[in-house]
């Protein structure tokens, strides 16, 4: 993960809130250009919402915010420039390293983050297999039957099924939601592809993916590593694969 210059960036923009505004320089007629007070609080806060949102999408956890400042103050009091060979010299921690040690710290967190998931996924599926009428696949699924359906089943990874659903996280929040969309068994995730084979036309069933069988130890788009998720799924159609026949190729004309 290449993410130094995003720090750097991100950090810069923080210097001067964290050091303080260095006294205006020029006539009063210049320093009248000057934004206000109130312009350089809100634009201070929002610049603190940024970094915000930048240690939050990167899973960073709880940081020691008092380092952060200690860090920016130090790079202010350095003296010299970065192509001095001293000049990294007088950081508590060479920022050189920052790949190397940021690296090493998001690793951390998400090997933290997997297991976590995967210890919260079994403890949920074991919890939800204790409910009448729950089983399990072979595989790893716990699923509900609510409604079994027609005879109408999807049998193959090619076949097309229309489904309503809803997906959750475990905590119940919303993650994803459609009605009457469609899609071929072999392009969503493995435990969609056994699952909608479970229930024929006009079925409802809630599926527990766990991690593996979703969307893995690298998660997608607010879906965390190793994350096992809730389906709640209505199939309204099924559409059997029907493989293509190829037409026999015509000679041309004038030839034999």
Not at 222 to 244: C, H, M, Q, S
Request: hydrophobic share 35%.
């Amino acid at each position: 993960m290449r993410i130094s210059k995003i720090f750097a960036a991100a950090a810069a923009t923080l210097l001067v809130v964290a050091c303080g505004t260095p006294a205006a320089e020029g006539s009063k007629e210049a320093q009248a250009f000057l934004p206000t007070k109130s312009q350089i609080d809100s634009a201070s806060y929002l610049i603190g919402v940024n970094f915000g949102s930048w240690i939050k999408g990167n899973n960073f956890g709880e940081l020691n915010y008092s380092e952060i400042v200690k860090g920016m103050k130090d790079w202010m009091k350095a003296k010299g420039t970065p192509q001095d060979s001293t000049f990294f010299a007088q950081f508590k921690v060479d920022p050189n390293e920052m790949n190397t040690v940021l690296d090493n710290f998001v690793q951390k967190r998400r090997s933290y983050t997997k297991a976590l998931n995967t210890e919260k996924g079994e403890a949920y599926i074991a919890s939800f297999l204790k409910e009448e009428g729950v089983q399990q696949t072979e595989s790893g699924i716990a699923y509900k039957i609510l409604e079994a359906g027609s005879d109408v089943k999807a049998v193959s990874d090619k076949d097309t099924v229309w489904v309503d659903y809803k997906g959750t996280h475990l905590d119940g929040t919303t993650f994803d939601e459609n009605k009457d969309i469609n899609f071929s068994l072999n392009r969503v995730i493995k435990g969609w592809t056994e699952g909608m084979k479970l229930v024929g036309e006009g079925g409802h069933i809630i599926l527990v993916i766990p991690g593996e069988l979703a969307y893995g130890e690298y998660g997608n788009r607010g879906i965390e590593p190793n994350e096992t998720l809730v389906f709640d799924v209505t199939v309204n159609k099924v559409g059997a694969y029907v493989e293509p026949v190829e037409e026999p190729v015509k000679a041309k004309k004038g030839k034999k």
